[in-house]
């Protein structure tokens, strides 16, 4: 066990890990030991300053602030690409992509993913006797036997590739802002290069797609929901578990829940961020009332936001 979770730590990193401990496990290599659970949340195109433990003017990450004083942080660790789904390969087999096969995004027509020959963390955690979830983003391939169903999570609820692949009632902020999905016989396809209307974006539980095209309102609250259901769920049953949360935020389109609410009117960015951070802090809860003290929580980024844009 302790060379998997330092396996790890080791690869699918960032610049910014931060682990929230729980306490009493030691990797002495004690057989009686607990096996701990692993909540891994994996954010998506943050910058170094979005967070207020890294830049003191950042106000909208309270939940993520306290984790990185209360917890260990990692602040030279490096993600294995800089783009969705090589980090993604890279984080759930510890191997680089050009080992692993996937150093390019995956694409909505894509027929394939990751390669099916490698071996996920969830895959090595599940024949430990591990009850293992994914909720988010995968990315990994979305067809057949490259859904999350089949590389090792008992259970999956979320999107197959980044949420700006495809339309969505309602469209998030972007500059060009997109439409929402067309209705009715009208022409599919948008003036606008950016917005890709052929393909409205699936969301999916499971095998199964629950809603199409998605609402990115009010999907955070719904991982939040999932994630808090899997966490009990896994911890009445008795058996360890593995949580690997992928999050969309802060990748473009930004969702527009808290647009509205916020009585600053603050930028849709710091929305987003205080979404997010919110999610984490929900995930987190959840974690503490049920597996406190037995679970390391890991928070992670794949990239460095680019001035201006989003990868
Ligand atoms: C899977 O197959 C590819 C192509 O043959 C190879 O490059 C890769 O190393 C294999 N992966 C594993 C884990 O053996
Ligand atoms: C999307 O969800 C939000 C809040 O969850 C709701 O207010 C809105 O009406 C929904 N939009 C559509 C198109 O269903």
Not at 187 to 192: E, H, K, L, N
């Given at each position: 066990m302790a060379w998997l979770f330092l396996k790890v730590l080791l690869v699918g990193v960032s610049f910014l890990g931060c682990l929230y401990p729980l306490v009493?496990?030691?990797f002495s290599g004690e057989t009686r030991a607990p096996k701990p659970n692993f909540v891994i949340i994996l954010a998506d195109d943050m910058g170094w300053g979005d967070l207020g433990a890294n830049w003191a003017e950042t106000k909208d990450t309270a939940n993520l602030d306290q984790m990185a004083a209360e917890g260990m942080r990692f602040v030279d660790f490096h993600a294995a690409a800089s783009t969705c789904s090589p980090s993604r390969a890279?984080?759930?087999?510890?191997?680089?992509g050009l080992r692993n096969g996937v150093t390019h995004n995956f694409a909505v027509t894509s027929v394939g993913g990751l390669p099916l020959n490698e071996t996920t963390l969830a895959e090595v955690l599940k024949q430990a006797g591990y009850v293992t979830g994914m909720i988010g983003k995968w990315h990994l391939g979305h067809h057949s036997s490259y859904h999350p169903n089949f590389r090792g999570f008992d259970y999956y609820f979320g999107i197959p590739?980044?949420?700006d692949m495809g339309c969505t009632d309602s469209p998030g902020y972007n500059l060009p802002p997109c439409p929402a999905c067309p209705r009715g016989e009208g022409?599919?396809?948008?003036?606008?290069r950016d917005c890709y209307t052929d393909v409205a974006l699936p969301l999916y539980e499971n095998l199964r797609i629950v809603e199409q095209p998605v609402n990115l309102?009010?999907?955070?609250?719904?991982?939040?929901?999932?994630?808090?259901?899997?966490?009990?769920?896994?911890?009445a049953s008795g058996r360890p578990f593995l949580l690997?949360?992928?999050?969309a935020h802060m990748h473009v389109p930004l969702t527009r829940t808290q647009l509205s609410a916020d009585p600053q009117g603050?930028?849709?960015y710091a929305a987003g961020l205080r979404e997010m951070d919110g999610l984490v802090g929900q995930i987190k809860d959840?974690?503490?009332?049920?597996?406190?003290?037995?679970?390391?929580?890991?928070?992670?980024?794949?990239?460095?936001?680019?001035?201006?844009?989003?990868?």
């Open positions: 009493d496990f030691c890279a984080l759930l087999t510890g191997r680089l590739y980044s949420h022409p599919s396809r948008s003036p606008d309102s009010g999907l955070a609250h719904r991982y939040a929901e999932k994630a808090t259901q899997f966490i009990q769920r896994a911890s690997y949360v992928g999050l603050r930028a849709p959840g974690a503490d009332r049920t597996a406190k003290g037995n679970t390391f929580l890991w928070f992670t980024v794949i990239v460095f936001r680019r001035a201006g844009g989003s990868l």
